[in-house]
């Protein structure tokens, strides 16, 4: 198993690893802050060099077949002569990669707690963040972008403390998401606490207050079905630089 460095400290960048296995499908490591693709949110991207300066693109992040297998997935055309088990080498990240992805992470459970009704899908990217509601009353644009920016501006700290999955069981209003369930095999379940707005199970990458978040807003609102309302959450400089 990986140590997954990710889960206590979404800020630490970079990370001194060994290579424990290496094929086909990417690049295993004893330890890492590599963030494999899982809960909606997309995997981080980086780089990983060796002692002698070496270095090899990741392009990826994911999650192997094994229990607690993490997969490092080189760009296609990456030689990777030269690059063996036992290596130790550095693990550093794409920073505004993963940047992105704690705000945007962040951003969308504000949104669950202005939008009272289940979650039955999400994506969490460097560019954009979704979410769609279980739901069928019309949600409103530009009081959904007010309200996110409220919540930001109160500067709730975000943490993190972990329970027990019997806990969780007993308390299943905890989980918003119909589709995407907590990660379990491991005994407990991760809690991502913002103060006073909101309280989830969650395995992804966050801020640590949700004044980090900056400005965020909503892009578009979309009735997918008779019973789903999809927001799209965009940053407010990258709405700003295509205008």
Known sequence: MTEELFRDDASLLACEATITALGESGIELDRTVFYPQGGGQAGDAGWLRRDDGQ?????????????GCILHVPAPDADLGGWQVGQRVMATLDAPRRQAHRRFHTATHLL????????????????????????????????????IARLVAGAHPVTQR??????????????????????????????????????????????????????????????????????????????????
Not at 55 to 67: N, S, W
Not at 122 to 132: E, K
Not at 195 to 206: A, K, M, Y
Request: with cysteine; aromatic share 4%.
């Open 112 to 147: 669950c707690a202005l939008v009272p009704h289940p979650v039955d899908g999400c994506s969490i990217t460097a560019g954009y963040a979704r979410l769609d509601f279980h739901m069928t009353e019309p949600l409103d644009k530009a009081e959904l972008t007010a309200g």
């Open 162 to 243: 972990w329970i027990s999955e019997a806990e969780l069981d007993a308390n299943p209003g905890l989980v918003r998401s119909m589709s995407v369930q907590p990660p379990r095999g491991q005994g407990r379940v991760r809690l991502i606490d913002i103060d006073g707005v909101d309280l989830q199970p969650c395995g992804g990458t966050h801020v640590s207050n949700s004044a980090e978040i900056g400005a965020v807003i909503v892009t578009k609102v979309e009735k997918k079905s008779a019973k789903t309302r999809r927001v799209v959450l965009g940053f407010a400089e990258s709405a700003a630089g295509r205008s």
């Open 55 to 67: 270095a090899l693109l990741i392009v990826d992040t994911r999650k192997g077949l094994e229990p």
